[in-house]
Each structure stands twice: as C-alpha cells, then as structure tokens.
C-alpha cells in the first residue's frame, strides 16, 4: 500500500507550458508539503498546507500554484514553466503536530527543455 | 530564518569503519530535528528525529545521534557502516510553535559511499 503517491514520476515538457503534478496521500493526515530537489540535491520547502491554511515559502514564484481539493490531496501546477524549475519535486505529509515524522512521495523528475 | 548545515559533502568509507555526520543549525529558539536518508533511487525515509527528553537518540538500521544544545549540533553517527548504507543523508529542522511550524528545513545533504 503507496502511503504518498505522486503523478507523474518523470515529466518532460518545453519552456512556456504548464503542467501538473498529483500528490495523494492515504495515511489520513492533516499537513501536506511540496519540497523542491535541485541537482545538487538540496532540499527546499515550497508549501505546507494544513485545514484549508496554506503557508507559502516566500522565495516560491507565484507561477507555482497549490491546489487541494480535500485533505488527502494537494497538487502543484506550475505556470509558464522556466528552465530553473528543472528538479525534482516531492510531496510529503504528516499529522497535525511539529514532532511527527513526515512521509515522502517517490518524487517526480521535472525537466525542462 | 533557521538553517542546517552540514558540513560534510562526501564521505568515503570501507565496510565496518564507523560513522559520524556533523550537522549545525541556527535558531534561537526551540526546535525538533531529524535525520532523513534518501537511497539510490528511493524516496526520503526517516533514521531518527529529537524532540525532547535523552539528548542522545536511536534510530533505524543501528543510526544514533547526539542532540548538544549549546553547540546548536545534531551528529549522526554509526559504529560500523556496511555497504547498504551507500546513501545520501540529510538533516533537518523545525519550530516546535508558531505558523508555518510544521515545515522542515533541511541541510544540504552528506553523500555516503561505503566501499565493501
């Protein structure tokens, strides 16, 4: 049983187009996140999003979008995409508290021609 | 802003030599930190997380680390290594109050290569 799942694993597309990324998770939790991997593998949070409050990494373009139609999903659409937003991006969860461990999707490999 | 450093990028090492991976933050205040472990190929999984009490935690797979609250330090460490535990590993931070808590700040990862 997939606890985080993410569609599609890898995604190849042209600069200017706009695409999506799935994320669901089945574990019941309450907070959900995007990160961002870059080639050189560094991790960055993009979003959290917990009860309909989304808190945003202010260093995040706003041609990225969360969307989350109920709490066990929460999809990232990206807008006019650049060359820069070739990565990998994971989505994770947990429960409400600061203490809980996150859970991580397998990623999805973004390039960007 | 917190931040995690590691200091660390690309550690070498042969079967059963042992372990330790520095990890440095900055924060004021009261944090909970983890380790997380990415395999080839795989997705993050957690080794262990602090978050109160014993300052030094167990973790998975024989991983322990030592929480030094005045050295704002997390080291992971392990005393014999095997060839399975090729990984890249990352450590990470979060508040343990206020908006936007939840969300981790991670080092910029240490690649281990263990050589059999």
């Known amino acids: 049983d997939t606890a985080v799942s993410q569609t599609p694993k890898y995604l190849v597309t042209q600069m200017g187009n706009d695409k999506s990324i799935k994320c669901e998770q089945n574990l019941g939790h309450d907070t959900m996140y995007w990160y961002k991997q870059d080639s050189k593998k560094f991790l960055k949070i993009m979003f959290s999003?917990?009860?309909?409050?989304?808190?945003i990494n202010e260093t995040v373009p706003n041609r990225f979008s969360p969307k989350s139609p109920d709490k066990a999903h929460l999809n990232l659409h990206i807008n006019s995409l650049e060359l820069g937003d070739s990565a990998v991006y994971f989505c994770a969860s947990s429960p409400r508290s600061t203490t809980d461990t996150q859970y991580f999707g397998p990623g999805t490999r973004l390039t960007v021609l | 802003a917190q931040s995690v450093s590691q200091h660390n990028h690309h550690v070498i090492l042969s079967e059963a030599a042992s372990l330790e991976l520095g990890c440095n933050y900055s924060y004021g205040g009261t944090v909970n930190l983890f380790w997380y472990v990415q395999y080839p190929g795989q997705h993050l999984q957690l080794l262990l997380k602090y978050f109160s009490g014993d300052p030094l935690v167990k973790g998975i797979k024989g991983f322990e680390a030592e929480f030094i609250k005045s050295k704002f330090s997390f080291n992971l460490r392990k005393p014999s290594v095997q060839w399975s535990d090729t990984a890249e590993y990352f450590c990470?931070?979060?508040?343990?109050?206020?908006?936007?808590?939840?969300?981790?700040?991670f080092g910029t990862g240490t690649r281990l290569t263990v050589i059999p």
């Open positions: 999003y917990n009860n309909k409050e989304l808190i």
């Open positions: 990470a931070v979060n508040r343990a109050l206020g908006t936007g808590a939840n969300n981790l700040f």
